[in-house]
Nanobody, 124 residues
Framework: QVQLVESGGGLVQTGGSLRLSCVAS????????MGWFRRAPGKEREFVAA????????IYADSVKDRFTISRDNAKNTVYLQMNALKPEDTATYYC?????????????????WGQGTQVTVSS
């Protein structure tokens, strides 16, 4: 069983920044894509960003493109989400997910394991 533990969430003002981290408990971390999703209150979970097993070819939701950056450090079994220029509509619980393969995808079925989530609240 793979465990994913997110951290770095919190309360920030509009325009501020946060960096989320997700540590995976597996030796083969570098063989899999990693992604970030979020769920806002009353809404369905939505794709945010994902990266391939090597960190190349990241993909982003249109709503976060040019504001968020996904990266990974395979030596530390960690994936990051740098979030800049935050908006109130970014308020959500953010989840990291481990891919089913090496290449990233924007759908839930592209991912096998999920973390418990970390809350991000952006105040106006």
């Amino acid at each position: 069983q793979v465990q994913l533990v997110e951290s770095g969430g919190g309360l920030v003002q509009t325009g501020g920044s946060l960096r989320l981290s997700c540590v995976a408990s597996e030796r083969s971390f570098s063989n899999y894509a990693m992604g970030w999703f979020r769920r806002a209150p009353g809404k369905e979970r939505e794709f945010v960003a994902a990266t391939s097993s090597t960190g190349s070819g990241p993909i982003y939701a249109d709503s976060v493109k040019d504001r968020f950056t996904i990266s990974r450090d395979n030596a530390k079994n960690t994936v990051y989400l740098q979030m800049n220029a935050l908006k109130p509509e970014d308020t959500a619980t953010y989840y990291c997910a481990r891919g089913a393969g090496r290449w990233p995808g924007p759908r839930d079925y592209h991912y096998t394991y999920w973390g418990q989530g970390t809350q991000v609240t952006v105040s106006s």
